[in-house]
């Protein structure tokens, strides 16, 4: 026994040489792993964009002074999937139910705008999108006569938001008119500048009416410039006990596709740089005993 072990002495002794001459293993530089950091960063984007938060801009001045041509907001599509539906007073995005844009250019963008489009950091120059107030929902029978302010089921509505000078339907009364279920009856604040369900009351097929299925989503947050931040709740008047039909509205989480991405993809970038230099440093330890 004893003979065994003095001849096994040698080879373990080299062993240990010959690991202990292996050039150790390093964790990979930071700038290494930004290709996954970037990938996590769009898979993310892009997931939160279709089913989470979508950025849009503002392309007219139809919901001043609410909303500025050219802000951006962000725009709560998650709950739809859950069956919310829009609320009277929430400011939502809606596909265009009927050549309500027809004739509008579509703006050119280049190929950087398109990218930034493509992860939600822009919106898409390509969507047919319009953002208009809802005033009225399916049931609902909405008054708009000249002199007189909007009233939804007979419960005139209190309109602070509307534009400075502007009336709430001398510009396009459309008297009295009834929401059929499943659409929704929109106007912009700009009541004067704003081409919106009164304007194509008499179009056909649509009547103005805005089908719930082409509703994208609601508008929480002004989140660009930074100067016009602001959240978008539905105004006072909406709460009359009058009108109040028990649904709720659900707030979505206001981040912008491309920043919840890269904030997300960071924190699992980390967690990797960490669990793999923890590895490395316990296969050292390993090698050294």
Excluded at 129 to 145: F, M, Q, S, W, Y
Excluded at 187 to 200: A, I, K, L, T, V
Aim: proline fraction near 8%.
């Amino acid at each position: 026994m004893a003979e065994q072990l003095r001849s096994a002495a040698p080879e373990e002794e080299g062993g240990t040489a010959a690991v202990q001459a292996e050039p150790k293993r390093r964790q990979r530089p930071l700038w290494k792993e930004l290709p996954l950091l970037i990938a996590l960063a769009i898979i993310l984007a892009l997931g939160i964009k279709t089913f989470f938060v979508q950025a849009f801009s503002i392309p007219s001045g139809s919901m001043e002074n609410t909303l500025q041509v050219n802000d951006r907001v962000l725009v709560d599509k998650l709950t739809p999937w859950f069956g919310a539906k829009p609320e009277r007073g929430e400011v939502v995005v809606f596909h265009d139910p009927g050549d309500w844009l027809q004739g509008e250019a579509t703006p050119h963008t280049n190929a950087i705008q398109k990218v930034l489009s493509t992860v939600g950091l822009m919106p898409s120059a390509d969507e047919k999108d319009l953002i208009k107030r809802v005033i009225a929902v399916g049931g609902d029978t909405v008054t708009c006569r000249v002199g007189s302010p909007v009233a939804v089921n007979g419960v005139p509505l209190d309109e602070p938001y509307l534009y400075p000078g502007a009336t709430p339907c001398d510009n396009d009364p459309v008297g009295s008119v009834t929401v059929p279920k499943g659409k929704i009856w929109v106007m912009g604040d700009h009541r004067n500048n704003s081409e919106d369900s009164r304007f194509h009351q008499n179009d056909n097929p649509g009547d103005g009416f805005v089908p719930v299925g082409n509703v994208v989503g609601r508008a929480f947050v002004v989140a660009w410039p930074v100067s016009h931040w602001a959240t978008l709740p539905v105004p006072a008047t909406f709460h009359q006990q009058q009108l109040a039909d028990g649904r709720t509205s659900t707030v979505a989480a206001a981040a912008a596709p491309g920043l919840v991405g890269l904030t997300g993809a960071a924190p699992l970038t980390l967690w990797y740089r960490r669990r793999r230099g923890q590895r490395l440093q316990a296969a050292d330890l390993r090698e050294r005993v």
